[in-house]
């Protein structure tokens, strides 16, 4: 009977450091969702070159549509308004209309551009506004 009771509480023990242990492991996977985050914010080093990092904001553009062919018309529209921001398509500029205050922009595909996977990307002030956004070229 002794034997049953010792067992019995060495079972409960296990499971108990079992759960505990479960737990923890859960805490720390998901501290960043649990915690928030109270890291200092870095500070900008200026060198006097433009940088081409993007900036840290919540700014995001859409392209529509996301695939055409050289010569044709494509639709940006920003979350934010941006008039004097730049239009890149794979890494070269791109001439631009501006509507509804600079929240949506007006570009032509190049005639000739390669077929296939392209991007548009905005940068304002030798910085890039968020992330780039895919096009495809078609024949």
Do not use: C
């Amino acid at each position: 009977m002794e034997d049953d009771k010792k067992h019995s509480k060495t079972l409960i023990n296990v499971a108990l450091i079992g759960l505990i242990g479960s737990i923890g492991a859960a805490l720390i996977a998901n501290w960043d969702k649990i915690s928030p985050s109270h890291t200092p914010s870095p500070v900008p080093v200026h060198d006097g070159s433009k940088s081409q990092e993007p900036e840290t904001s919540t700014f995001t553009f859409t392209v529509v549509p996301t695939t055409g062919r050289g010569g044709q018309e494509v639709t940006l529209y920003l979350s934010e308004p941006e008039l004097r921001v730049m239009v890149y398509f794979n890494g070269k500029p791109l001439p631009k209309k501006s509507l509804n205050e600079g929240k949506t922009l007006i570009v032509t595909i190049p005639g000739g551009t390669k077929l296939g996977s392209s991007y548009f990307e905005l940068v304002k002030d030798g910085k890039s506004l968020g992330t780039r956004q895919e096009f495809i070229v078609l024949q």
